[in-house]
Structures are given as structure tokens and as C-alpha cells.
């Protein structure tokens, strides 16, 4: 009499290999996911300018982009027409994501923006104009994610421009 099925040594051979190639995938992945965090958070660093830029044309009034550093947290917040920073309002918030760290490879600054003040020595910001234009506070944001650094550049006319690092220097493009 003859049976069907899989033999023991059979569905152990299977599972070995399945286990290989899951494995060998994950090794690959998780790098390649850190990776496209950090283009991801440049990305979304970038967009929270221009809506800071669009939020100050909209309202005629300045508004300003705020990083936190530690909280790996961007905010957009409205000044509300006044010069004290306590009835500011927070208009966006977003956060990076946990493999995403602010850092340059080539010893320059990871953020070379305004500081708060000296009791906040994270936490760095930079203002646009009713017009459209940064008013205080242009430079580069530094970002890295799975051995890619990426850096996002703020000019004064409100433009942007992202580099990323090519082992000896800064190049256009992610």
C-alpha cells in the first residue's frame, strides 16, 4: 500500500529554507528601510517649510518652523501677530521616525539653524515673512537613516535644496 504525504525530513528541508531566505531578506530590508527613513524624513522636513511659507503668506503675519532635536519633532507654528512666543499657536506637527537622527558625516553642523535660547539648546527654528521669505534663520538640516546622510538646505528667498552625501562630498539629489 502506497501513502501520500511529506516525509519528516522532507517538511524540516522546506522549513530550513524558508527560514534561510526570510533571514537572508530581513538582513537586506532592515537597512534598506533605514535608508529610505531617512529620505523619507528629509522629505517630510522639507514639506513642513513650505507649508510654514504658505501658512505666513496665508495668514499675512509671520510664522515659524520649529525643530525639535531630541523629540525628533517638526512644528509649524503662527506667532499670532505678537513678539512673545507664549500664545503662539501650533498650526502642523510631525515626528520623524525613530531610525532618522539629525547628524552631517562631514563634522559640519546637523542643524544650522537659530536657537530657541540658551535654556533650549535643541530646539532651533527659523521665521518666514507675510511674503514668503525666511526672515531670521536660513541654513542646512542634516539627517541620516541606515549609513545615508542627506541634507536639506534653506535659502533666504524660501527655496530648498536636498543633497545627499557620496562618501567625500555633497551632491544634488536623494
Excluded at 500500500?1 to 527560514?19: D, N, P, S, Y
Excluded at 537572508?24 to 524624513?41: D, F
Aim: one cysteine or more.
Amino acid at each position: 500500500m502506497h501513502q501520500k504525504g511529506l516525509t519528516l525530513v522532507e517538511v524540516v528541508f522546506v522549513l530550513a529554507i524558508a527560514v534561510v531566505l526570510f533571514v537572508s531578506t530581513t538582513a537586506y530590508a532592515v537597512p534598506l528601510i533605514a535608508r529610505e527613513g531617512a529620505k523619507s524624513g528629509t522629505y517630510q522636513l522639507e514639506s513642513m517649510v513650505m507649508v510654514t511659507k504658505l501658512e505666513a503668506v496665508k495668514r499675512d503675519r509671520e510664522c515659524y518652523l520649529v525643530i525639535m532635536k531630541a523629540a525628533r519633532t517638526i512644528q509649524v507654528r503662527d506667532t499670532m501677530g505678537t513678539s512673545t512666543r507664549t500664545d503662539d499657536q501650533v498650526l502642523h506637527e510631525v515626528r520623524l521616525p525613530s531610525s532618522v537622527a539629525f547628524e552631517t558625516p562631514d563634522g559640519s553642523d546637523d542643524i544650522d539653524l537659530l536657537r530657541l535660547g540658551p535654556a533650549f539648546r535643541q530646539i532651533y527654528y527659523m521665521t518666514f515673512s507675510p511674503y514668503g521669505a525666511i526672515s531670521s534663520g536660513g541654513g542646512h538640516v542634516g539627517l541620516t537613516g541606515g549609513g545615508r546622510y542627506l541634507k536639506l538646505s534653506l535659502f533666504k528667498a524660501g527655496g530648498t535644496l536636498v543633497e545627499h552625501w557620496n562618501g567625500h562630498a555633497w551632491e544634488k539629489g536623494a
